[in-house]
Each structure stands twice: as C-alpha cells, then as structure tokens.
C-alpha cells in the first residue's frame, strides 16, 4: 500500500456547514493527513478519537494559550537545536509530520510565515561536539522518519561520530500515522539497526495517543523496528474525548505493553493556542490515569504523568485531601531535579501556573467547586483519587 497525503478537506466525507465552519481555523492552523490514517476513522461517530486528533474543529478559534507553551525558544540555542537540560539536545530535523494532530504542542513551526524551525545539520553537530555534557540527542522536528533515509542516515551518523553521544533518540508518530513509511522501506530498517549496538541503542520515542491506532499494520511496523534492534517507548497527552477514560487509557497501555512498547509518559495537554478543548485539568487527569492503572498489569502501568513545563518536566506524583504533590522529573542547570512541592488542590488548574493563582480562593470554594465538577472522593489510606461509586 503507498500513502496518499492530502492538505485538503474536499476529499473528507464533512458537510458543507461542517467546512464552514472551520475556515477560520484552516486560515491559520493547516490540515494534513493521508489515506491510511484517515481510514481508521468511524465517520458515523461524530466524536470518532482519530477524527477529533486530525481533523479541524471549530473549538481552534477560541482565544487561548500560548504558540510557545513551554518556552522552547528560550532553550533553542541555534535554529532548529534546543539545549534545555544539560545532558539532553534536541534536534528539529524535519518542519514536516505523516499528519498534523489537532493539538500539536509545536504547530507554531507548521503556520505560515513562522521562522524556519529545521536544523542546520553541520552547525549542530559542531555545537554538540564542543558540549561534552551532551549524552544523548533527540532527533524529532516535524518527524524525522519523513526524511529520505540517506538524509537521516546523515544525521545519526554524524552524531554517533561524537564519542560523548552515548545514545540517540528518534521522536516519531509514522509508525501510527503511516506504518507504511516503515513496512515499505527495508533500507530504513536495516539502517536504524545498524546504528543500534551493543552498549549504544537507537530509540523510537513514539505516539500512540488511542487503542485504535494500533491496527495490524502499526503492529507490523512496530515489530520490524524491534526486530532490528530499535528500543521503542511512547509517549501521549491526555486528550479530552480522545483517551480521558480510564478504560480507553487502559486499553492503550495494554495495548502497547502487548506489541513491547512501554507506555513512558502521560503528558498534560500543554496549554497551546487552539488547544482548549483538549485540555484536562491536571487532578482530574490525575484520577483518570490511576483508574485505568488498576487494569494494567505491571508492562503496561510505566507511565509517569508529566508537564513539559518552562523551568523543567514536573511529574504530577499525588494528590492528598488539599494539596497536589509535584516532584521535579528533569530540570535546566538553574533548577534541582527531584525537588519535590506541593501547591493547594485547584480543580480548574489545568497547567502548573494555574496552582500560583490559587492562594486566592478560599479552600471552601475550592471543594465546592470539586464536588460540583464531580470530582472524586480521596483515599483515606494513600490520598490518591478514587472514583464515586455510581
Ligand atoms: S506528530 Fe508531533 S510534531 Fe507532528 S503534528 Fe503531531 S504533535 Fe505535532
């Protein structure tokens, strides 16, 4: 099967009024998506997951949040090359994705007019030779699988020439949004695989965000990957009407434990321009994960839930009777990882800058607010979440 890719709605079984209503939101944010992906969708389910990740909804328009949510330009020390934790770089190889998912934390890159977000490949590697605390690199973008595979061969090559690059990262969403890339390109495979070696492994960091991405081809995809050798883990945001049950979240870790992927981190919905109809609030997020724990067995119950915040990746550890317990999971040289703190419970908090607003309501309101939301009750034993009873 070759893969169709396609910027436009035209071919999309969407009503005139549907269109309609989206033109403003295609006026600023592109659509991109192709044959295969577009298949997964159940069109007579008008809240199909696959169709809420690509297909424009008018909700985009709304006035909110951030291009840049978790400051990345801050941290982006040439075009294209972010250093933001001392031992980690992170290179945008690639300004193009199998498909544009509706809540991309970077689609300031895929808007027109923005600063060119791709690397300058020697430049990078010049600057990543000369940080010797540079362990390991991220090649992500855009998705470097999209790149042809002497291109990419280019980079990984280049950087496994580095003696202090220990190991190399590939963040990747095509073994979901067109395994094909990957079942039709053996070279690509035997490629990868020659640069995963004893003591120095390639990982695929990828993004199954819904068990229904995992077809018979993503499986396939992901086994010849694993066969030559490439580590796989994944990644996914919590998603409103994509994967907040516990039970659709369940079947995903499962799911991904099956095919030996480890579910790595839950990410809270950054708050981006657009992506207000996405979002979670963090202690509700927080809930939804530990139910859907409790049907994982062990492979399947890895992740941490994390925010991919300006000063640092803030794992979400636990919520007690009034506060929400955060530990710093990773953070740039002015900051302490593994710090641990806690902000007063906020039911509304969506992203960690929300908790410092919270000292202005009273712990009354707070609970009101919760039990009017429906949120749950706390377990008097360990303070996490647990659901009411029906
Ligand atoms: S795969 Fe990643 S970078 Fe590409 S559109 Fe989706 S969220 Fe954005």
């Not at 008018?58 to 990345?72: I, M, N, T, V, Y």
């Not at 039709?184 to 991405?213: C, W």
């Not at 796989?232 to 995903?252: H, I």
């Amino acid at each position: 099967m070759s893969t169709y890719y396609t910027h436009s709605l035209d071919s999309l079984p969407l009503t005139d009024s549907e269109k309609q209503a989206v033109t403003k939101v295609m006026a600023q944010y592109q659509f991109r998506a192709n044959d295969y992906y577009l298949s997964l969708i159940d069109w007579e389910n008008p809240s199909d997951p696959i169709r809420r990740i690509i297909v424009p909804h008018p909700d985009e328009a709304r006035g909110w949040g951030a291009l840049d949510p978790s400051s990345e330009c801050d941290y982006t020390v040439m075009p294209g090359l972010q250093h933001k934790y001392s031992d980690t770089a992170i290179m945008l190889a690639s300004d193009v994705c199998g498909g544009l998912c509706r809540f991309c934390f970077r689609k300031r890159i895929f808007m027109d007019g923005s600063e060119p977000a791709k690397v300058d490949v020697p430049e990078a590697l010049r600057y990543i030779e000369g940080a010797t605390e540079i362990s390991n690199v991220l090649i992500s973008g855009g998705d470097p699988l999209l790149l042809s595979t002497a291109r990419l061969e280019e980079i990984i090559s280049g950087l496994s020439a580095i003696p202090h690059v220990q190991f190399i990262r590939i963040g990747s969403r095509m073994p979901v949004f067109d395994p094909y890339r990957i079942i039709n390109d053996p070279a690509l495979v035997k490629m990868l695989g020659s640069y995963s070696r004893p003591g120095s492994k390639i990982y695929i960091q990828t993004h199954f965000n819904h068990p229904n991405e995992i077809t018979e081809a993503a499986q396939k995809a992901v086994h010849m990957l694993q066969r030559a050798g490439i580590i796989l883990t994944n990644q996914t945001p919590l998603l409103r009407g994509v994967n907040d049950d516990p039970e659709v979240l369940a079947d995903l870790f499962n799911g991904l434990a099956r095919m030996g992927v480890p579910p790595y981190y839950l990410f809270v919905c950054r708050p981006t321009t657009g992506n207000q109809h996405f979002t979670v609030p963090v202690e509700e997020g927080y809930t939804i994960l530990q139910a859907a724990l409790r049907h994982c067995s062990g492979p399947a119950k890895r992740a941490r839930f994390c925010m991919s915040h300006a000063t640092g990746k803030i794992e979400v550890l636990g919520v007690t009777e009034d506060q929400v317990l955060f530990r710093r999971h990773r953070a740039p040289a002015d900051k302490v990882a593994g710090e641990i703190f806690a902000f007063p419970r906020n039911p509304r908090a969506t992203w960690l800058d929300d908790y410092l607003d919270t000292e202005a309501d009273s712990a009354e309101a707070l609970q009101a607010e919760s039990a009017a939301l429906d949120l749950p009750d706390l377990c008097k034993t360990c303070g996490a979440g647990v659901p009411r009873p029906n």
